[in-house]
């Protein structure tokens, strides 16, 4: 088994605000050897401490990002494992799943294995989601169990979600039982027919083949149904639709063991952007009308939907400059998550920040078991508690008051298919610290 070391010496972040498990205190915060041995005001740093420079901001649980595309192996030219988890750190998460869909997929001990060993020197640390069926063609049961036992915790063939029902109801019996959790990207790909963009106006006004909010819908409430049959625990990737939300909130409400994600773009932008026929704007799910993003921010609010998950997907320009129905669908989101949510939850909808932290990081590190009660058999330290003597300092520091702009060229990504070119942001992440290490001070990468 690994073993993620945690890194020698004395940090103190000084100044700001710090989430405690007793909410926002102002305090400085200790870290000797890799834990945090002191959350107190007016600490005299020790001769040789790193100072850390936290006034005015928020030092909270390091964000978990449940759903990144790291591209390795198969497409290192988009993404490689150490580039994308430079662009995690600088985003403010100390923890990432990486999702199945590389060329090979993660459906064998031997590729899985791979990727945990080449993320365990990162930036930040590399959770694995292992697919569900083999070679993620949605027939044959992956070695779901020889996975569990290398540490996976979440099992999804995400790009396509499983469309033969039996085969997704064997699944989800198969990983009730083993104690991990099938994830599911809903969408039956005979309701979405092709469409690339999202049927409604847009899609005909502009001539694009339109998928409907219910080729999503559908295959959420199959597997709420199948999830509640099964007494099976399941967790719903990067939820788009009115539809979806209020399926969720009902099974919520009966007691079926249902965990939801929502992608930044999802509560940001609408399919308005589509006019511009630019390929960084095609996602999947499709961007909606407004009354889509609304019920995405309302579900972010009421605590219907779980967690904040960027579906971060880099491509190379080659791909994304394809003509828009022949582009893959995709768009960065680690370095733009934190910003886009402080806004638009934040300040604009009037989340507190500590139901932010929780979005970002606490309920994102129990749905893949990387919290302190979590399984983590591979080494993985433990993410998402609040800040206090005696865990493992997976830290985020980030300001709220400061303004950036955003330039793909400038993001730590290989790729440079951000759909906020050149917006203004506010909000930004000004330190992370992984296991007592800062691997970003003041928004720099530090390797
Ligand atoms: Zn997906």
Known sequence: MHRYPLAKGTVVIRGGAVLTPAGLVDADVVIVDGLVTAVESNVTAPEGATVLDAEGCITGPGFVDLHTHLREPGKEQAETIASG?????????????????????????????????????????????????????????????????????????????????????????????????????????????????????????????????????????????LAGELGARIHLLHLSTVGSVELVRAAKAKGIAVTAEAAPHHFTLTDAEIASYDARFKVNPPLRPDEHVAAIIEGLCDGTIDAIATDHAPHTPETKDLPFDEAPPGMLGLETAFSLAYERLVEAAGMRVERLFDLLSTNPARIAELDAAGARPYGHTAHGARVAPGIPANLVVVDPSARWTVAGTALASLATNTPYEGRSMHGSVRHTILRGEPVVISGEAQR
């Open 85 to 225: 988890a430079r662009a995690a750190a600088l985003g403010g998460y100390t923890a990432v799943v990486a999702m199945p869909n590389t060329s090979p997929c993660l459906d064998s001990a031997f590729v899985v294995r791979a990727v945990l060993d080449l993320g365990a020197t990162t930036t930040t640390e590399v959770a694995v989601a292992g697919a569900i069926t083999v070679g993620r063609a949605g027939e044959q049961l992956a070695p779901i169990a020889e996975l569990a036992a290398l540490g996976v915790q979440l099992f999804t063939d995400d790009g396509t979600g499983v469309q033969h029902g039996g085969v997704a109801r064997r699944a989800l019996d198969y990983c009730t039982g083993l104690g991990v959790t099938y994830a599911e990207h809903c969408e039956d790909l005979a309701i979405a027919s092709g469409g690339v963009v999202h049927e409604g106006a847009w899609s005909a006004k502009l001539g694009l083949p339109g998928q409907p909010a219910s080729a999503e819908e559908a295959m959420v409430a199959r597997d709420l149904l």
